[in-house]
């Protein structure tokens, strides 16, 4: 496994090991670890855990979730490689339930680049 670091413009966001993969789906997923950059962004993701509760449950608060799509698509983060070479993403998401006692951050990400997938898998 190898990090992967979500960026926001010149700066770190976080990385993760996308320990999770599911390239049928383009779909990876791992722990989060947030770098100087997350509080930038953590109002965004905190949005997303107010509008869904419980870690993998369904929405209570459909604005919220509204807010929270319309806000995290327009931070534009990108995903990078551990050799710093751009992912290609449909949409980068941070679960942050850190405020929930116990509760931890992940990463999923929607991947949409091929070349990754066949690098991934070989």
Known sequence: MSRHTVRLKDVVVGWSDLENAEPALGRA????RPGVGYELVQPVFE????????PGGDARDDELLSRY??????LGLSLEDHTGRAIRTSAIHIADYSAVQGGSIELEVLISDR?????RVA
């Not at 799509?69 to 327009?74: N, T, Y």
């Open 69 to 74: 799509h319309k806000s995290r698509d327009a």
């Open 29 to 32: 997923r791992g722990r989060f």
């Open 115 to 119: 070349e990754y997938w066949n690098s």
């Open 47 to 54: 949005l997303f855990a107010r509008a869904v509760p419980t």
